[in-house]
Each structure stands twice: as C-alpha cells, then as structure tokens.
C-alpha cells in the first residue's frame, strides 16, 4: 500500500511515519502545498496513492483546504477517489464543517494515533496491506 501522510509538526511526522511505515510504503509532507504536489506528481504518474492521512490544523493551507484540492485535482483528472483519513488532536475540528456528510473524507482517527486505530480503520475502509514489523 502506498500511503502519503501530511503534517505539519516535525515529532507528530516522525510518529506517524513510524506507525504508517507498518503498513506500507509511506511519503512525508509537512505541509498542504507540498501534499498537493506530491499528490498531482503521483496523478501524473499513474503511481497513485491508496491512502492519504491528513492533519486538520496546519498553518498556511489547512488540512480541510488541502483536502478539498485533492479531490478538485482527482475530479479534473478524472480518477478513483483516494482513500482520507483526517486526523487531529480535537474532533470537532472535522465534524463541525459537515465534510463527512459530503464525503470529502473517509475516516477521522482522533490524536494519539497507535497501530490498533490506524488497523482498525484501514480494515472499516477495505485496504488492504501486511502488517510489518
């Protein structure tokens, strides 16, 4: 499974990367400008993402604009939706803008992230990957 993660605090991309990197081949982006480009290069390429975990509070571009870019460049591209799995320390921070209800994203895993809430959800959304050490 290939997976792009963004976030913007440095210590929260280490974590995340070593919880991600079990589950598959995982990019780093600390930020929404720099996610979006490493998402229309994998587009451009045909090396498309499985999965995309997305931090809601960034600064400069947000996780919810960031998120709503991705989608525009998947609808303009004309290809299968991605697979979002927002993430963030508060849960109002997603639920309170109605983009569940929209289907912008596929999942919410609430801060601190383990293995098991990540597995959990991939299994919810039907990715499939190994477990690695």
């Given at each position: 499974?290939?997976?792009?993660c963004i976030d913007d605090g440095e210590d929260e991309r280490k974590i995340l990367g070593k919880l991600l990197f079990r589950f598959g081949d995982c990019v780093m982006a600390g930020d929404g400008f720099n996610a979006?480009?490493?998402?229309?290069?994998?587009?451009?390429t045909n090396e498309l993402f499985d999965l995309i975990c997305l931090?809601?509070?960034?600064?400069v571009?947000?996780?919810?604009?960031?998120?709503?870019?991705?989608?525009?460049?998947?609808?303009?591209?004309?290809?299968?939706?991605t697979k979002i799995i927002m993430i963030s320390?508060?849960?109002?921070?997603v639920n309170?803008?109605?983009?569940?209800k929209d289907f912008m994203y596929d999942a919410y895993?609430?801060?601190?992230?383990?293995v098991k809430k990540i597995e959990v959800e991939l299994r919810h959304l039907g990715l499939r990957f190994v477990l690695g050490d």
């Open positions: 499974m290939k997976i792009l979006i480009s490493l998402f229309t290069k994998s587009l451009n931090d809601v509070n960034m600064p571009l947000n996780g919810i604009d960031t998120l709503k870019a991705i989608r525009t460049h998947e609808k303009i591209k004309k290809v299968k939706r320390a508060m849960e109002e921070d309170c803008w109605g983009l569940r895993i609430q801060k601190p992230l383990g």
